[in-house]
């Protein structure tokens, strides 16, 4: 464990678009690994009220200042909202083998950069899948469902740093695949 070698543990980037099931994974996953001291589940913030998503949430200016103030580990912009891992994530690093953060695609190299150990989990579904599950949750207009959709399966990050999951059957098949990645990684990582 990273505890005992004084290196930062591994830093999971959970990445995919929108609609790709990236929460219910994270949330399925830890519940079942409640407990692990191997592994630890980032709370994000964003600027939006929480909506039935695990995060925090604060409003633009108060995102801006922690910003300003070093708050984040990674922060980014997307689809009107603002977006950050906290500065604590990267405390727990030396806690913990695992890391697990939902982040932004637009930020992996980035992170690949500043924050070594890194290992990206891409999570993948059909785009008529995606459009689905969209519409099902209800927050984005029409609009917006056309305008996320198109970049669906582009610019997923590619190397060896990288596993893909597709979670394009059951939630439970889903979260048993991205389990069977976490334990993977903690079991290298340890």
């Given at each position: 464990m990273s505890a005992a070698t004084g290196r930062p543990g591994l830093l999971v980037l959970v990445v995919g678009p929108s609609g790709a099931g990236k929460d219910s994974l994270i949330d399925g996953a830890r519940r079942l690994l409640r407990g692990d001291p191997g592994v630890h589940f980032v709370r994000r913030t964003v600027t939006r009220?929480?909506?039935?998503e695990d995060h925090d949430n604060m409003t633009r200016e108060e995102f801006e200042s922690a910003e300003r103030a070093g708050g984040f580990l990674l922060s980014w912009r997307a689809?009107?909202?603002?977006?950050?891992?906290?500065?604590?994530?990267?405390?727990?690093?030396?806690?913990?083998?695992?890391?697990?953060?939902?982040?932004?695609?637009?930020?992996?190299?980035?992170?690949?950069r500043r924050l070594q150990p890194v290992h990206v989990v891409a999570v993948t579904a059909p785009v008529a899948l995606l459009a689905e599950r969209l519409a099902r949750r209800g927050r984005e207009h029409a609009t917006d469902l056309l305008e996320r959709l198109p970049h669906a399966d582009i610019d997923l990050p590619s190397g060896p740093d990288v596993t893909c999951v597709a979670n394009d059957g059951s939630l439970g098949d889903g979260i048993c695949a991205f389990l069977r990645v976490l334990r993977s990684l903690r079991d290298q990582a340890t």
């Amino acid at each position: 464990m990273s505890a005992a070698t004084g290196r930062p543990g591994l830093l999971v980037l959970v990445v995919g678009p929108s609609g790709a099931g990236k929460d219910s994974l994270i949330d399925g996953a830890r519940r079942l690994l409640r407990g692990d001291p191997g592994v630890h589940f980032v709370r994000r913030t964003v600027t939006r009220p929480a909506l039935g998503e695990d995060h925090d949430n604060m409003t633009r200016e108060e995102f801006e200042s922690a910003e300003r103030a070093g708050g984040f580990l990674l922060s980014w912009r997307a689809h009107g909202l603002a977006y950050g891992i906290p500065m604590a994530a990267g405390s727990k690093r030396f806690e913990t083998a695992l890391v697990v953060a939902n982040v932004s695609r637009s930020v992996v190299d980035e992170a690949r950069r500043r924050l070594q150990p890194v290992h990206v989990v891409a999570v993948t579904a059909p785009v008529a899948l995606l459009a689905e599950r969209l519409a099902r949750r209800g927050r984005e207009h029409a609009t917006d469902l056309l305008e996320r959709l198109p970049h669906a399966d582009i610019d997923l990050p590619s190397g060896p740093d990288v596993t893909c999951v597709a979670n394009d059957g059951s939630l439970g098949d889903g979260i048993c695949a991205f389990l069977r990645v976490l334990r993977s990684l903690r079991d290298q990582a340890t």
